[in-house]
């Protein structure tokens, strides 16, 4: 259990350092969501809760879910991440590091 929580602890640190690129000035107000959050690890967690999207010239960002903040860039996509339509809901993935399903409210 303990090793569980320090691989959590370590990848959200990680993402969150990862994640954290200058924004963009002239966002639209963020959107309330739901968000799913999948490591591709050995743990088999799945971290869930309330979330904002926010969408600007292609960009998407996905704050305040817990204490995680996501940036997808358009001009990555294809590169570091992969963006798919799952249902209505918004996937985004990073192969061999996470599966980020967004669902609306």
């Not at 200058?22 to 967690?45: F, I, K, M, Q």
């Not at 904002?52 to 010239?57: M, P, Y």
Request: net charge negative; with cysteine; aromatic share 10%.
């Amino acid at each position: 259990m303990r090793s569980t929580t320090l691989v959590l602890a370590a990848a959200a640190a990680l993402v969150t350092v990862s994640e954290s690129l200058l924004r963009a000035d002239g966002l639209a107000e963020p959107v309330d969501a739901y968000c799913t959050l999948d490591w591709h690890n050995d743990c088999t967690s799945t971290i869930e809760g309330p979330c904002l999207v926010n969408e600007h010239e292609g960009h998407t960002y996905v704050d305040g879910f817990l204490y995680l903040n996501f940036s997808f860039l358009s001009h990555e996509e294809g590169v570091t991440y992969e963006r798919s339509d799952h249902q209505g809901n918004d996937v985004f993935v990073r192969d061999g590091h996470y599966s980020l399903t967004v669902i609306p409210d």
